[in-house]
């Protein structure tokens, strides 16, 4: 019975960025309890001041090399908010044909090579691939795919170079939309098997109340645009979303944490899934239930069962696109021209990790003269802290290193991104 | 005996790193000639005998050195891996105005509690015996230069600009089409990704040794572009450089 608990995990690893976890306990009561995000600040906000706001999604997507697309989404959103430039459908679906990509890829790499090794017990995918040969070479043909859907629309995953302010530079062809769907209806059978397994993983059994938050649609599933909707009931216009985060400044943390109504709330997968699951696609609802899934779903460790969810969402969907995209025939659009008046917008989507916001104030000089960026890693950052602390006391009598492997399964559950809400994550025990 | 590699980031998004990851998806084989003892964004396992070193990102606070010195005494040979480590990336751009106000900026009255100084390339700080350019890196490129290491060989890194590149795949030029592009002073070796997706290259992987700055200056004067518009670009990924400048 450990009455008392020193723990320093310094530097979670198995997630984007630098993270330390601490925790302290003396005579069976907790008295710390922290994730440090000790990532280096970053300071793209002060980057992109007085840039053309032709470069900001260019710059921006450089804040994360996972979910670079997300970036340039909300990026382009903003800029095209504030600049009032509407979308053409073709525009649309493409940006969510490359959209669902990233969402694919980025689950694919969180559940199969970050989380699933902690359920074989071994320290990475590389070992993993001797135990459970076949589960790596699928993880790795699924994400070959992702990337690929990505690339044909965007000319590559990390850091995509088609994607601007109005549409797009380049654009597929009608051929290779179709040799794409055709990729994405084989890859149905690896999706099958990944749910296969992952119906079997031993969830850690932990749960807490709190507030899910995500943007929602009437009409879809959302991922791009919407409204903030959270499953206490609050519903906001994206041009209110500083209502929600109520962004703070915390000393162990190079991220800011938010709060809306409680002292914390929860973004990513899980999220989405609590407040939109009834817009899942049927087969994404299969899904769900073969992986006991059901809203409102409290435990933070099966985020990872809502991402391989949405990832049986994000095929059937980018099936669905391409089908639309081919049957439209795909039709060179004129680029937008900057009509010499700024104005200001928020952009919002709702990447791997959760509810992403960029805003930009743009001057009549095409210029940036303001932004703000909130990244869903800082916004899940305090409510990781209040998991921990009713986690802890609840095992902490198993003893140092179980406490240590349940606390980083529960870090990389949320799969942080830490160069994005800044770059953070160590576990430290005390 | 498989070599020791190991896999290290400061400040950068990781998506270099994440090129290598994806790497392993056309050649896996690579796993059989190395053994990775160190790479914290995909694994728990950390060994510290390693004798190469990949290192990704920017320096950009005084207390990352000593991590960076330790790495460059154990490794034999250390090799920057992309654009931030190589060039310092966009991290510098923030190098481009007086610090406290970059700070202020986006911490407010808190800006103290967290450290940084100007962001500066991997060079900068420690001797570095190879580079692999690019935001982010090519992974093709990524495999040949592993092979050229494994080899004794010096790694095959273009000195010729991105414009032979774009020529051969029979590209429009940028500028032809109204565009802007640093293809004719950028080192080759992407295979002109970007323009072949008609946007014009943004100079990530860095200038060619004895770039043609007068022809240069002659496309963009015939071009009409604008001081600011040049200097927005030539910034992106080499403000490091451009912040050096008249030092």
């Known amino acids: 019975m450990a ?23 003396k005579n069976g009561v907790l008295e710390e309890c922290r994730l440090d995000i000790v990532e280096t600040p970053r300071f793209f906000e002060a980057m992109l001041r007085g840039r053309p706001y ?139 098997e990944t749910v296969a397994l992952f119906k079997t993983l031993p969830w850690p ?87 006991g899934l059901k809203a409102v779903c409290t435990n933070p460790y099966l985020n990872s069962a809502a991402q391989v969810v949405e990832m049986v969402h994000s095929i059937e969907e980018s099936v669905k696109i391409c089908d639309e995209l081919i049957a439209r025939g795909i039709k060179k659009e004129d ?52 998991d921990m602390r009713a986690l802890v006391p609840q095992i902490l009598d198993q003893g140092q290193e179980k406490v240590t492997f349940a606390l980083e399964m529960l870090v990389r559950a949320y799969d942080p991104c830490i160069s994005c809400s800044v770059h953070f994550l160590d576990v430290k025990f005390v | ?60 606070r005084e207390a990352d050195e000593a991590r960076l010195k330790q790495i460059r005494e154990q490794a034999a040979l250390v090799v920057a891996l992309g654009a931030c480590a190589h060039l310092g990336g966009v991290n510098a751009i923030k190098n481009l105005a007086p610090l406290d106000d970059v700070r202020q900026y986006v911490y407010g009255d808190k800006h103290k509690w967290y450290e940084t100084y100007a962001a500066r390339p991997i060079s900068a700080v420690v001797k570095v015996d190879a580079f692999i350019p690019g935001c982010p890196i090519d992974r093709e490129e990524f495999i040949r230069v592993v092979k050229a290491v494994l080899l004794g060989k010096k790694p095959p890194i273009p000195d010729y600009p991105v414009c032979v590149e774009c020529k051969l795949k029979e590209n429009n030029c940028m500028f032809h089409k109204g565009g802007f592009c640093l293809g004719p002073v950028t080192r080759a070796g992407c295979g002109a990704i970007c323009p072949t997706y008609s946007d014009g290259c943004e100079g990530c992987r860095g200038a060619i040794p004895n770039p043609n700055q007068d022809a240069m200056k002659d496309v963009l004067k015939e071009h009409g572009l604008t001081v600011d518009e040049v200097m927005a670009r030539m910034t992106m990924f080499n403000a490091f450089d451009a912040s050096q400048l008249g030092k």
């Open chain 1, 335 to 386: 680029a937008y021209k900057f009509a010499g008046k700024g104005g200001t917008g928020v952009g919002a989507c709702e990447v791997p990790r959760g509810l992403l916001f960029h805003n930009y104030e743009i001057g009549d000089d095409g210029k940036i003269v303001n932004a703000n960026c909130i990244i869903p890693t800082g916004q899940n950052l305090a409510n990781i802290e209040a």
């Open chain 1, 3 to 25: 009455q008392n608990m020193k723990i320093d995990v310094h530097h979670v690893t198995r997630v984007e960025g630098h993270g330390n976890i601490t925790v302290n306990a």
């Open chain 1, 54 to 192: 032709t470069d900001a999604s260019h710059i921006t997507s450089r804040i994360c090399g996972i979910c670079a697309v997300g970036h340039a989404t909300a990026s382009l959103r903003a800029s095209e908010t504030a600049l009032g430039v509407e979308l053409s459908e073709q525009a649309w679906l493409l940006r969510k044909l490359i959209f669902h990509g990233e969402i694919l890829d980025s689950h694919v790499l969180h559940t199969y090579m970050l989380v699933a090794p902690d359920f074989f017990k071994v320290g990475s995918v590389i070992p993993l691939a001797g135990i459970a040969p076949d589960a790596v070479l699928r993880a790795l043909r699924m994400k070959k795919l992702a990337g690929d859907l990505c690339a044909m629309v965007g000319g590559r995953h990390t850091h995509p170079i088609a994607m601007s302010v109005g549409g797009f530079t380049h654009l597929p062809t009608v051929d290779e939309l179709k040799a794409m769907r055709a990729r994405l209806i084989d890859a149905r059978k690896d999706m099958d």
């Open chain 2, 1 to 60: 005996m498989k070599p020791k590699v190991a896999f290290f980031d400061f400040t950068s998004c990781e998506g270099c790193q994440l090129t290598v990851v994806d790497s392993l998806q056309t050649h896996l084989d690579l796993l059989d000639v190395v053994e990775i003892v160190q790479f914290r964004e995909a694994m728990s396992e950390r060994g510290e005998d390693y004798a190469i070193a990949f290192v990704e990102g920017s320096i950009t």
């Open chain 1, 205 to 291: 059994q932990f749960t807490r109340e709190t507030e899910y938050v995500a943007l929602s649609k009437p009409d879809e599933y959302a991922f791009i645009d919407g409204t903030i909707t959270t499953t206490d009931g609050g519903r906001y216009h994206l041009n209110d979303y500083r209502k929600v985060t109520n962004e703070k400044c915390v000393e162990h943390s190079s991220s800011k944490h938010t709060a809306h109504k409680r002292e914390s709330y929860m973004v990513g997968a899980l999220a989405r899934f609590n407040v939109n699951s009834k817009q899942l696609h049927p087969k994404a609802q299969e899904a769900a239930d073969a992986l």
